[in-house]
């Protein structure tokens, strides 16, 4: 595997984990906010944010699987749809948090 291909592996697997503790803060949050006012609103977003630290979990398998079977055709790709995701976690995290 050429340095470069396992770099963009990393990288990618680097962006999971960070879409994974974004989506851990959003869940913690959205706890907290259903401690103050039960809902059934507020109850549907934390099992949106647990279904996000869900889906992170099983990108990092995913990755690893990914990872000693292809290259940067396939890595990159991912790269790109991983920054949006924690972008838009990023992005509900800051909603969150108003």
């Known amino acids: 595997m050429n340095c470069t291909i396992g770099a963009y592996w990393i990288t990618d697997e680097a962006l999971a984990i960070s879409g994974l503790v974004l989506s851990l803060i959003v869940v913690a949050i959205y706890l907290r906010i259903y401690s103050k006012r039960r809902g059934p609103f507020m109850l549907s977003l934390t099992g949106l944010g ?49």
């Not at 990108?59 to 949006?84: E, H, K, Q, W």
Request: proline share 2%.
């Open 50 to 98: 647990i279904l996000f630290t869900l889906q992170n979990i099983g990108l990092l398998f995913t990755y690893s699987y990914l990872s000693s079977r292809y290259g940067a055709d396939v890595a990159v790709p991912l790269m790109i749809v991983n920054v949006l995701e924690v972008a838009g976690l990023v992005a509900l995290a800051r909603i969150a948090i108003t």
